[in-house]
């Protein structure tokens, strides 16, 4: 079975500031991951994903996130936050199966202070 | 290209009435999923199928709630009859999935925003 925890509901940085959302994972299959964003008022859209080689995945928007399989953690960064970040972002993890289902997080909400 | 197509966007109706949403997946897609999002229970998965088929529908909350695939565009989930609590924003994705792989990600549309006066 798969299961995500994001650490933190809420997390709020300054702009300009180093942004880092916190996702660890359990799976009993070798772990695909996604982080996803979630404007208002719209679904939610694909940030960057994880599936198998180099462990840091770059995505979009300028953020990355870093696969550590010893401490199952596949954590998001962005280095200077925008504004535009404000936003509420997903970590998941997919089943390994053809129909593709994925376990999400509960979702950490991004405030961008100005 | 057309992303997940979603509708209505917005519907408002009393308790009691039927209520259809209606999703069309990107085409060549082969697994769809209806969540239901609120502030207090988050992203729920509701039922996914593949192929056209259900393959789980464990997280629909009752059986005032159905959902069909009748062909690989086109995707309803139906609430009958309509209850305060169903009011959520109701999302539906999909994905493409190839051999044992499950590494694409879903594709979500915009959602339907349900209000049961």
């Known amino acids: 079975a798969q299961s995500v925890t994001q650490l933190g509901s809420h997390v709020s940085v300054s702009e300009g500031a180093l942004v880092l959302l916190r996702c660890n994972y359990s799976s009993s299959v070798p772990p695909y991951l996604f982080w996803y964003v979630q404007y208002p008022n719209q679904g939610l859209q694909l940030l960057l994903k994880?599936?198998?080689?180099?462990?840091l995945v770059k995505g979009i928007n300028g953020f990355e996130a870093e696969f550590k399989k010893s401490e199952t953690s596949f954590h998001l960064t962005k280095p200077s936050a925008h504004m535009s970040d404000a936003a509420e972002y997903f970590c998941a993890v997919s089943d390994g199966t053809n129909a593709g289902k994925s376990t999400f997080g509960d979702g950490t909400t991004l405030t961008v202070k100005p | 290209d057309a992303g997940v197509i979603q509708s209505p966007r917005h519907e408002v109706t009393e308790m009691g009435q039927e209520v259809t949403l209606r999703c069309k997946p990107i085409?060549?897609?082969?697994?769809l999923f209806w969540y239901r999002q609120t502030m207090m229970r988050g992203l729920e998965l509701l039922i996914y199928f593949n192929n056209n088929v259900p393959i789980d529908d464990s997280g629909m909350p009752e059986d005032r709630f159905s959902a069909k695939m009748p062909n690989a565009s086109f995707s309803t989930l139906k609430i009958q009859p309509s209850e305060p609590r169903d009011s959520a924003v109701y999302f539906c994705?999909?994905?493409f999935g190839q051999g044992r792989s499950g590494n694409q990600p879903q594709h979500f549309g915009d959602g339907t925003r349900l209000s049961i006066l």
């Open positions: 994880y599936t198998t080689g180099a462990t």
């Open positions: 994705a999909s994905s």
């Open positions: 085409s060549g897609h082969n697994s």
